[in-house]
């Protein structure tokens, strides 16, 4: 299941970040998802996190998990755009020879509590 491995990435480099921090406990996650071919819902991935985070630093943290499409580069034009849906091809040419161009799949952000 690509959506809990991602989820526990999360959470493991939002512990991560507790612990650089001195251990202290995790109050707000914010998480950036490149969504990755297959439909994601927030909502749910949001629910893995807080079941997953139970007995950790970040157990009662406030998450928000924001999807984000992949950018698409077209490697006959050059032209970049953001994916949409299943985009199979290049809206100004209509070539087939696509590429990510995006090299995170997570963007991470932590708030910790005093």
């Known amino acids: ?7 526990q990435s999360v959470l493991d480099a939002s512990l991560d970040e507790a612990r650089k921090a001195g251990n202290k406990r995790i109050r707000k996650i914010h998480a950036r998802l490149r969504e990755s071919g297959h439909p994601m819902d927030a909502d749910s991935l949001q ?3 807080e079941t997953i985070a139970k007995g950790t630093a970040a157990e009662g943290a406030a998450m928000e998990i924001e999807l984000i499409s992949p950018t698409l580069r077209c ?13 199979l091809v290049c809206p100004r040419c209509r ?10 799949e997570i963007d991470l952000e932590c708030s910790f509590v005093e």
Request: with cysteine; charged share 25%.
């Open 1 to 7: 299941m690509h959506e809990l491995s991602l989820v």
């Open 47 to 49: 629910t893995l996190l």
């Open 95 to 104: 070539s087939g020879k696509l590429e990510e161009i995006d090299a995170e």
């Open 75 to 87: 490697r006959e034009c050059d032209f970049t755009f953001p994916a949409q849906g299943s985009t």
